[in-house]
């Protein structure tokens, strides 16, 4: 079945530097990656997405790039901070055969980001 | 603006035994989802409505388990009879628009099945 695969599943970092996490997808027709962030005990939450008609998106110290022929798509954080320290997941949107699943969100593993200070 | 609403938090029960979860989706949100997540893992879909239709559930258990969501408003997630390897969060999400989308999750219920 179509999957994302996610990578490290741990990473730490000084506080300060970049951190950058990898997912890459297996169907060629997904078009929409989002990135969530889940605190502990909290729930996932939206920190950025793209869709498949750009190339890179920008929202402060997030950044998201995708290479459609590779089919992988990345996270970069810049100047990374303590409260940085979360899981993040990666998603792609599926289109499976069939009504009704057009559009659904395959997850990734998790990476857990440790920002030390 | 009050976000997803689950309950309960938290559940302890032991295997065999029934287990009700509920939401409460964003107002004005259509589209429904229950999740499920394991520990270390990414949520996992069990079944997407639109208003009050279940669209996708093709990877939910249907030998034990069952969702309604009547009036299109709230959803319940049921597990009859719960097995030890059902222990796991269950997260509900709602979305303004239909996949693909921002999807906004409650804070999950968390069950344990002795």
């Known amino acids: 079945g179509e999957n994302v695969e996610q990578h490290p599943s741990t990473l730490s970092v000084q506080e300060g530097d970049s951190a950058v996490i990898k997912c890459t997808y297996s169907?060629?027709?997904?078009?929409?990656f989002p990135w969530y962030k889940q605190e502990l005990g909290k729930r996932p939450q939206l920190i950025i997405d793209?869709?498949?008609?750009?190339g890179e998106k920008k929202d402060q110290r997030i950044a998201v790039t995708l290479n459609k022929t590779a089919k992988h798509f990345s996270l970069h954080i810049t100047e990374t901070q303590p409260e940085d320290s979360a899981v993040y997941f990666c998603?792609?949107?599926?289109?499976?055969?069939?009504?009704?699943?057009?559009?659904?969100?395959?997850f990734g593993q998790g990476t857990t980001l440790q920002v030390k200070p | 603006e009050a976000g997803v609403v689950q309950s309960p938090r938290y559940k302890i029960i032991e295997k065999k035994q029934p287990v009700a979860f509920w939401c409460n989706p964003i107002?004005?949100?259509?589209?429904l989802y229950w999740y499920l997540q394991n520990l270390g893992q990414g949520p996992e879909l069990l079944i997407r409505?639109?208003?009050?239709?279940?669209?996708?559930d093709s990877q939910l258990p249907k030998d034990r388990f069952s969702a309604e969501r009547l009036k299109g408003v709230d959803s319940t997630l049921k597990i009859q009879p719960a097995e030890l390897g059902d222990s796991a969060v269950y997260l509900c999400?709602?979305?303004?628009?239909?996949?693909?989308?921002?999807?906004?999750f409650g804070e999950g219920s968390r069950l344990t099945v002795l």
């Open positions: 169907d060629s027709a997904s078009n929409y």
């Open positions: 409505y639109e208003n009050e239709e279940a669209v996708d």
């Open positions: 999400a709602s979305s303004l628009v239909g996949p693909p989308g921002e999807l906004f």
């Open positions: 998603a792609a949107s599926i289109r499976s055969r069939g009504s009704g699943n057009t559009g659904k969100l395959i």
């Open positions: 793209i869709r498949s008609n750009v």
């Open positions: 107002s004005g949100h259509n589209t």
